[in-house]
C-alpha cells in the first residue's frame, strides 16, 4: 500500500444526512475526490489540524466540488527562491466557479477565475 503525505490543509464533506468524509480518515486511510458523492454534499471545506481551522462553503444543489493545488515558486534562481504551495477549493455550478485561494500564510482570497495567475498575489 503507497504511503499518502497529509496536507496541511484537508479537505472534508459533510452530507445532507449528517455523514462526513475526510481526505484521511481517523485511521488515517486517505480518500480520493472521486468517493465524494457529490450529489448529496451539503457543505465542503478544509481543515488544517495543526493550526486548528477550518474554512467551508455550503454548496448550492448541483454545484460540482473545485479542489486543486497551485505550486509555486518565487524569486526563482535566486538566493531569496521560495516554494509555497496554495490550496484551492469551491464549486462549479452553470458555467461559473466559485473559489477560494488559501494562501501560504493562511489568508484567503476568492475568485471566479479558475485559472487565475496567482503567484502575482504572493509577497
Not at 53 to 74: F, Q, S
Not at 84 to 99: D, H, L
Amino acid at each position: 500500500m503507497e504511503e499518502i503525505e497529509k496536507e496541511k490543509w484537508e479537505w472534508v464533506v459533510i452530507y445532507k444526512d449528517g455523514r462526513k468524509l475526510r481526505q484521511f480518515d481517523e485511521r488515517g486511510m486517505f480518500h480520493r475526490l472521486a468517493e465524494i458523492e457529490q450529489e448529496h454534499v451539503d457543505i465542503f471545506g478544509l481543515e488544517n489540524e495543526e493550526e486548528k481551522r477550518g474554512l467551508t462553503i455550503k454548496l448550492p444543489d448541483g454545484a460540482k466540488i473545485i479542489h486543486k493545488y497551485r505550486n509555486v515558486c518565487m524569486n526563482f534562481g535566486t538566493a531569496q527562491e521560495r516554494r509555497a504551495r496554495i490550496y484551492m477549493f469551491g464549486f462549479k455550478i452553470g458555467g461559473e466557479s466559485f473559489i477560494n485561494y488559501v494562501m501560504p500564510n493562511g489568508g484567503i482570497m476568492q475568485s471566479n477565475d479558475p485559472d487565475l495567475m496567482i503567484g502575482k498575489y504572493l509577497e
